[in-house]
T-cell receptor, first 112, second 113 residues
Framework: QQQVKQSPQSLIVQKGGISIINCAYENTAFDYFPWYQQFPGKGPALLIAIRPDVSEKKEGRFTISFNKSAKQFSLHIMDSQPGDSATYFCAALGGSNYKLTFGKGTLLTVNP | DTAVSQTPKYLVTQMGNDKSIKCEQN?????MYWYKQDSKKFLKIMFSYNNKELIINETVPNRFSPKSPDKAHLNLHINSLELGDSAVYFC????????????FGSGTRLTVV
């Protein structure tokens, strides 16, 4: 049972474009939704996170949109840059044992 | 000044061997984790320790045994290694149940031949 579903699996965007990655969750006990960025050979690094009491959070070019009723959240990367090319993971914290459960990841490629 | 450090970074070993991976965090966090990332990059939690106490033990073969000598260290020992154990293993730490996210190490790439 996959508790956090992420799409698309891969995404190619031109420099300056908007990258959008979507996630959906099933467990209403989740109460913290972070996004992680992973470069090759590195560990996942926390990028931005949101709690279910707000619908949007923005940090620089990165924005999370959160829809509690639909149990969906998404990452928007504005003015995408080649340096943003990485694998992005959505995650949800909570549920049994109160652990961080990850989506399957999205490989983002930003072409110059 | 590395927050979560793992050693070794690479580990190549033969089937049937026993190996250990070490992890240390200097963030003062109270909880540490082991995650496995498979060839498709899927991250799955294996174990979690809070102040040296095991609190999460997912469905992992008992060939895998975590040990936490203190709250800054969490080691992973693997007995009788199998080809399917090949993966990248990440250590992570958090404070307050992860309310501010987990901090991950840079991973140990284990290859079983």
């Amino acid at each position: 049972q996959q508790q956090v579903k992420q799409s698309p699996q891969s995404l190619i965007v031109q420099k300056g474009g908007i990258s959008i990655i979507n996630c959906a969750y099933e467990n209403t006990a989740f109460d913290y939704f972070p996004w992680y960025q992973q470069f090759p050979g590195k560990g996942p690094a926390l990028l931005i996170a949101i709690r279910p009491d707000v619908s949007e959070k923005k940090e620089g070019r990165f924005t999370i949109s959160f829809n509690k009723s639909a149990k969906q959240f998404s990452l928007h990367i504005m003015d995408s840059q080649p340096g943003d090319s990485a694998t992005y993971f959505c995650a949800a914290l909570g549920g049994s044992n109160y652990k961080l459960t990850f989506g399957k990841g999205t490989l983002l490629t930003v072409n110059p | 000044d590395t927050a979560v450090s793992q050693t070794p970074k690479y580990l190549v070993t033969q089937m049937g061997n026993d190996k250990s991976i070490k992890c240390e965090q200097n963030l003062g966090h109270d909880t540490m984790y082991w995650y496995k990332q498979d060839s498709k990059k899927f991250l799955k939690i294996m174990f979690s320790y809070n102040n040296k106490e095991l609190i999460i033990n997912e469905t992992v073969p008992n060939r895998f045994s975590p040990k936490s000598p203190d709250k800054a260290h969490l080691n992973l020992h693997i007995n009788s290694l199998e080809l399917g154990d090949s993966a990248v293993y990440f250590c992570a730490s958090s404070q307050d149940g992860g309310a501010y996210g987990y901090t991950f190490g840079s991973g140990t790439r284990l290859t079983v031949v």
